[in-house]
């Protein structure tokens, strides 16, 4: 069976492959600021089938085309269309089970039998293309089934989020007043509601509408109603209430009509400023954006609240207003996302981003250092920067962070940063792309507004799973050209290459080095295992270490929880993780092969991730949340590298406060005592560590503690001190 297959592939593949695929879909985009040239982005097809996470991109300019970005399959697929061995509903029912439902996700349209790429292979699946849920909090996936085996081959989560989950503090927020200036909106006469040719404003009230019929049919149980609130007046005015944002009522009043005017003004205004860039097309012809979203039932952390908050806003990426809206502004528990116009900018510049590029900017990367969520975060950092740019200001949501209790600081991010990678990436979107919205935005305010060309430029260059150095090279490439073209000089080329490089962009390993860093505590993000992977996927960053004199040992300790959520509802699925070592100084480099889902199989779908790695631990339980990983029988000046994964099915996880340190042999030889660590706002307290060492796992037979609490390692927890049984490796 299997060579037959393979014979035929082969010969399939030479007859119609992706180099002779016949009209293919393009896509085609003017360059911004550049009059007569386009963007062509070409769908790659294979045996009459679209190839997803596959294009071929051209920028066609009067006097020649050019490739700027391509991504085909280098392997023959293992199946044609017709040797699809699952059914489009076992696709359904695989695609139920991976998102951890009850009943069958809600489909957009019939499951569609696709190539996708993975790894070079054009791998045949299904095509699940779920409906919005908005519970837990708001998702949309697209999953690609594997139509051999039935496992989840890839999964694109189409909804992105206006900022990090953070947690709660305690500022002084300086109440301002604001003022808001109504432009651009006209109506003929009264009872007009707030749609253009554009868009459509809509509120959400807890009620259901008198008239059944005005029920949108994306509605789901437990939600408030889309409906229009703002009507025109006789004289074609849209006048509503201004909120007095001072007023703690005033911000968590669900039923406020600002909300849907501000969505719209702010929406429009996004609108003509691209334009005057060059930039009229977005993903959706209409778009529907809705205000003032919340739940019907309490949440668990709000019961003050009459209602269920959302405390976050989003862009889908779904058009058809009969399926769902393209925007959601939560109503939160101390906020309305709506009222804040940076929040606006930022989701329709998600739109534009997925609009310009050939492939969306979704996908993770599997690189040798670690597995990469940088396509996101470039993402993130070109709707902050484009929301900065409508705004005219560096400071993003000034609003939700000036009156959100949760945040320490006026604002949730600022263009006028100095982050770097690696030491504040963390495999989370929002905090990836800080680095690169501040090396654009400093470049911006040195070179000028022409900048906004150069980022809007890069956006076609860059495939579905870029990383943050070929988002740098893309802008260099870009500003390149428009040396050429007369705009840039030599000098601010430098200024952009200064920016880049002093944030680490041009070439970023992903292992943390810096010795203050590394005991420092960092956060990373660590993605589940899906069925389409074994037996887990890399985490985002790795530490180095090295054992310094007098120690025989390295302590690795972090807090492990579920990713918080943005409803006030936390999650309770169970988190796990595994820490894999390597006793070298060179860094873990880890491999990736598509393989069978069956020992032998001729199909291939699954991602084996491999490495070489030398041990894998398993952590210390210490107490809910802590874990931690002692390492004996090292000699000075041996150099460990370490990376953390989860090997859990239900939920990404995040280790925080993540650091590894050294003690002294003879004082580990006594153990540690339990005690809070001063200057460690995620740690746990001197009691709670006592707590801890209570409710540790009582068979731990290696648990011990004693020793003098005034060491100057004395933050550590409880150490379990003790010489652990090395595993076999994970890997192949
Ligand atoms: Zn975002």
Redesign the pocket.
Known sequence: MGPRFLAVSILAFAAAGPARAAAPAVRVRPVPGKAGSVVEHRQITLHGLPVRRAHETVVRTPTGVRVVSVVRPSHAPDLLPSEARISADAAVEAARAELGLAAPPTVERAPQLVYIDVLGHPVLAWEVATALRTRPEPSRKTLWIGAAGGVLVAEREEV????ATVYPTNPAASPEPVTVELSDIAADGPGVPLISPRLRAMNCSLEPPDDPDLIEPWWDEGECYAVHRVFSDENGNFFVPLPDVRLEADNVDGDDLYAELSIYVHAERFFDALVDRGVETFPCEFSTMLANFRYTEPAVSYPELAFGPLNNAY?TNQCDPDKGVTMLFGQGSSIDFAFDGDVVY??L??GVTSDLSPDGLWDSRYRRDGLLRDARGI??AV?DYLSAMVAGDPYLADYVGRYWPSYTRPYIRSARNQKRCPDDTIGQ??NDGEPLMGAMWTTREQVGPAFDQVVLRMLPRLPGDADLESAAAALLEVMDEMIDEGVFDAADRAVLYRALDARGLIDCPRVLTDPVEVAGGHTMWLRRKTSGVEPFLPGPIQLRHEIPEGSDNFVLSFKLTPRGTSTGNPIEDPVSSKVLVKFADASIEFTYDLVSVVPDGDAKEIVLVGGDWDATYEPSVLDETQRQVVVRGLLPGQVVHVSLVNDETTADAIASSVRIVSLPADELDEGATPDGGPGDPGGTSGAAGEDAWDASDPSSSCACRSGDGDAPWAWILPVVACRHRRRRKGGR
Not at 160 to 163: C, D, E, G, N, T
């Open positions: 992105f989020a206006s900022k862009y930022h989701e510049g998600h993402n993130e709707a979107e929002h």
